[in-house]
């Protein structure tokens, strides 16, 4: 099973909402990936889990927080979004570093419009 | 820093012909993995294909292939005997070999395929 869910499909939110996007994978792999997609450009980078810790966080705004609860399970805590937020969320796992193979599986994402 | 290019925003290919993308990337590293992902407009990115730097063999998977020029830093994608459902957006990314699981993506491919 080579499959990421992610719910849900989609969301809409207002500036001063809170709301939760939520990832999930059985496919034993212990790091897992947020991105942000803009349409038609590449996805970039938000945050990184390793064996649940966090490891890896570009620079994103404190509006967006993560959290791993467990290592098949990693959401993303949204407050006081910006319009500029709008965006398709990816989620994505895959074996920690140095293992021989550890590609990205990606989820289908969420395509949140923040009003 | 390593970068990704890919120089044709859009590409467009006759069913059952075949078609090249290309892509090139920048990294002082000689030991990476270099990927191409497609994401169709149902937005879920999916692996297409893999490549080691340390093997001189072109990777291929059935239709799709790789002509991979280490010493030119070129990486592209050979799609053969086109389908309708080839029809997607084409990544190039870039991974360090067991520094970290960080992707480097290209600027993406849109690519048409006419009946």
């Known amino acids: 099973d080579t499959e990421v869910t992610q719910t849900p499909k989609h969301l809409v939110m207002g500036m001063t909402n809170k709301k939760s996007l939520k990832c999930e994978q059985h496919m034993g792999h212990r790091a897992m990936y947020w991105y942000k997609q803009k349409a038609k450009k590449p996805p970039e980078l938000m945050f990184v889990?390793?064996?649940?810790?966090?490891?890896i966080n570009e620079s994103v705004p404190s509006r967006f927080s993560p959290e791993c609860p467990n290592s098949s399970l990693l959401n993303l805590h949204l407050h006081a979004l910006q319009p500029e937020d709008s965006a398709l969320y990816l989620c994505?796992?895959?074996?920690?570093?140095?293992?021989?193979?550890?590609?990205?599986?990606f989820g289908p994402g969420t395509r949140l419009t923040v009003t | 820093a390593q970068t990704v290019t890919q120089s044709q925003p859009e590409m467009s290919v006759q069913e059952a012909e075949t078609v090249t993308l290309s892509c090139t990337y920048d990294t002082s590293e000689s030991d990476y993995y270099l990927f191409w992902y497609k994401q169709p407009p149902s937005r879920q990115m999916i692996l297409v294909i893999r490549q080691e730097a340390y093997k001189q063999q072109n990777a291929t998977e059935n239709r799709f292939s790789v002509n991979f020029q280490k010493a030119a830093k070129s990486f592209s994608l050979k799609i053969s005997d086109s389908q309708l459902g080839d029809a997607a957006m084409y990544f190039c990314a870039y991974r360090n070999g067991n520094a970290g699981n960080m992707l480097t993506f290209g600027g993406g491919t849109r690519l048409m395929v006419k009946p």
């Open positions: 994505a796992s895959s074996q920690v570093p140095g293992t021989p193979t550890y590609e990205q599986y």
């Open positions: 889990y390793s064996y649940e810790k966090l490891s």
